[in-house]
């Protein structure tokens, strides 16, 4: 037997792991053991993390549950990530028929992204495998997203909705925290297609309300530094959020300038409207 192979068997006989993957960094090149790291590593760090995270935000909701939520939000909690994908899915997620073709290659409210690129984007993370997911991850926010919308950029109005159609259901990413993070995410990037093609919708209470308290503490949102000082009072549902000069309107218009989107800011009225509007370069 040569030695390489004797050590590994010595290593599994002593039944310990730590032994075999010191020897087995041994045996690999120095390439191939870069390529170990990163495969292994990336995905426990990511696990750690969102449990990490996860657990914190999740107590937050629940006292923020308690606080804030109304009859009608209490309604949609069990079990969330059953009931979310048939009766939270965005709209245009369950669309029978596209929208004109010229349409698709509108501009959006996402900087340089037109239709098409938004309802790419909306399902690219669907169904990713730990180590795909990370790899995507690695490149940073803005380009795990590109990189996703990459991936389908080729694709006709008609094959992306019957993608769309697919992946009614969230799943991998997407399915986190219960479905909070598909249904967020939709429901802005919905907003972002429908405000510049002048086509407004009303979107249901229960969706909006669960929404707006996710946004609030969504890292890739980015709300906290926009909103910090301010009180939000959504006049159409009845919540609010925050202590300060009071920033009223739509909850939707609050949903969409906590996302960073300044066009929403006319539909808003109150004492904080102008620093809002300066936090967002409007």
Known sequence: MAPGRFAVVHALSATSWATVLTTAGHLLSAGARERLTFALGVPVVLVVGIGVGGAILLRRFRRGDRTRSTPEERTWREPMSRRWPARNAPTWRSSSTPSPPAEWDAPTLCTGWRVRDVVAHTISYDGLRPLALARRLAAGPTGANEAG??????????????????????????????????????????????????????????????????????????????????????????????????????????????????????????????????????
């Open 149 to 282: 919308v990459a991936e389908l950029r080729d694709r006709t109005p008609c094959e992306l909705v019957a993608l769309v159609r697919e992946r009614l259901t969230p799943r991998g990413l997407t399915a986190g925290f219960g479905g909070r993070i598909a249904l967020t995410d939709g429901l802005i990037h919905h907003q972002d297609i429908r405000r510049p093609l002048g086509r407004p919708r009303a979107v249901p209470a229960g969706r909006l309300v669960t929404a707006l308290e996710f946004a609030r503490f969504a890292p890739p949102i980015g709300a906290r530094s926009r909103i910090r000082g301010l009180t939000l009072l959504a006049t159409d549902i009845g919540w609010r959020t925050g202590t300060g000069p009071a920033v009223a309107g739509p909850g939707e218009a609050l949903l969409m300038v906590m996302a960073g989107r300044a066009d929403a800011v006319t539909g808003l009225s109150g004492p904080g409207v102008d620093v809002l509007a300066a936090r967002l370069g409007s």
